[in-house]
Structure formats: C-alpha cells, structure tokens
T-cell receptor, first 112, second 111 residues
C-alpha cells in the first residue's frame, strides 16, 4: 500500500512569510502526528490529530498550527517565519495511540 | 519531558552486540523505538506497552522496566545495515496522545 506522502519536499522562504505543509497518511490511518527535526534537538512533537480533532500539542508557539480533514489528510501552517524554524518537518500516521507510526519523507524548510 | 538516551554514540564491528538505553522521569504507558538512516525517514522497530505486550520485528529485542521507567534495545550480532540513529519515544497514556522522543543514539557498524 502507498506510504505517507508529504508535499512539498523542499521549501525556501524568507523571514516573516507563512508556509503550509501537507501530509497524506496511509489509507485507513486516522492519527497523524507532526514533528520538527533539527540536528541539536532531535524529533520534537508538534501536534497530533485523530479524526479531525487535535488531541495534543507540543511546546511550540502559536505560530505553529495544524488541522486534519475528514479524509485524514493533514496540514500544518507556520506563520511569521523565523530563521529558527528551518528544519525537517516530519509527519507520521498510525491507526491509533499504541500502534506503530509510519513516517513520511519530510519537508525540508529553509528560512532565509 | 524528553527521555534520556545512552550512550549518545556507539561504534561496533560487524557481529558485535550493543545495548541502547532510554530513561524517563515520568511514569510511562509505552515506549517506542525507531531507527533513522541519514537522509531517510525514521522506521518503526518496536513498541513496548505497560503490562508486557510487545509489537515489533522478530529480530529486534527490547525490555521495558515499568517501575524504573526505563527501556533497553538489544542489538545482537550487528550487521552493517544496523547503522543509523536510534530514537526512543515515550508516551504516558491518558486521553491525550503525545510521543516524546529522545535525542537519539548514533550507531555505526564497521566491517
């Protein structure tokens, strides 16, 4: 079956701009989690959605937001981009909490 | 809070064994292990649940000490393909779902 897909794969933005990243989970998966990965901090949890509801949110400023649609596809938005937002953004889908997560290839965001 | 992994890095020769540890200051409901190769997405290795249930690959073994909030991943007879960064993720249960990952352990297996 098709894996998790993320678009776009690479993105270059300037400070102050806004960006929207998209994630399509594996068919049938209703849980989608988003992570920010940077060399120094590893994988940091952004938020998790299940059946269009945000179940939890990590310790990120309100500039980071997300949503999930009825087909389980998810988007995350970062407004007023800062240089420190440069990172690999990964989404992962799963059946539910105690099931393995399948990660997408990520979106590499560079803020200049 | 972020779980602590040890060691931060380990270098092995093919055929040697390694243990990677993951420790949390919070009571845990589950521990998840993933491996990520450079430039690739993390892939699932194993989930260990409170109460003893495990889900994962047959060739991977791990333990979960619920009282000590610790987990260990055992890599035996290492192969070159085992190289990568290993992450443990911890989850404390409840209605909210938040998987918190450690900073990773870089494993290098040399011929």
């Amino acid at each position: 079956k098709a894996g998790v897909t993320q678009t776009p794969r690479y993105l270059i933005k300037t400070r102050g701009q806004q960006v929207t990243l998209s994630c399509s989970p594996i068919s049938g998966h209703r849980s989608v989690s988003w992570y920010q990965q940077t060399p120094g901090q590893g994988l940091q949890f952004l938020f998790e959605y299940f059946s269009e509801t945000q179940r939890n949110k990590g310790n990120f400023p309100g500039r980071f937001s997300g949503r999930q649609f009825s087909n389980s596809r998810s988007e995350m938005n970062v407004s007023t981009l800062e240089l420190g937002d440069s990172a690999l953004y990964l989404c992962a889908s799963s059946w539910d909490k105690t099931y393995e997560q399948y990660f997408g290839p990520g979106t590499r965001l560079t803020v200049t | 809070q972020q779980p602590v992994q040890s060691p931060q890095a380990v270098i092995l020769r093919e055929g040697e064994d390694a243990v990677i540890n993951c420790s949390s200051s919070k009571a845990l409901y589950s521990v998840h292990w993933y491996r990520q190769k450079h430039g690739e997405a993390p892939i699932f290795l194993m989930i260990l649940l409170k109460g003893g249930e495990q889900k994962g690959h047959d060739k991977i073994s791990a333990s979960f000490n619920e009282k000590k909030q610790q987990s260990s991943l055992y890599l035996t007879a290492s192969q070159l393909s085992y190289s990568g960064t290993y992450f443990c993720g911890t989850e404390s249960g409840g209605s909210n779902y938040k998987l918190t990952f450690g900073k990773g352990t870089l494993l290098t297996v040399n011929p």
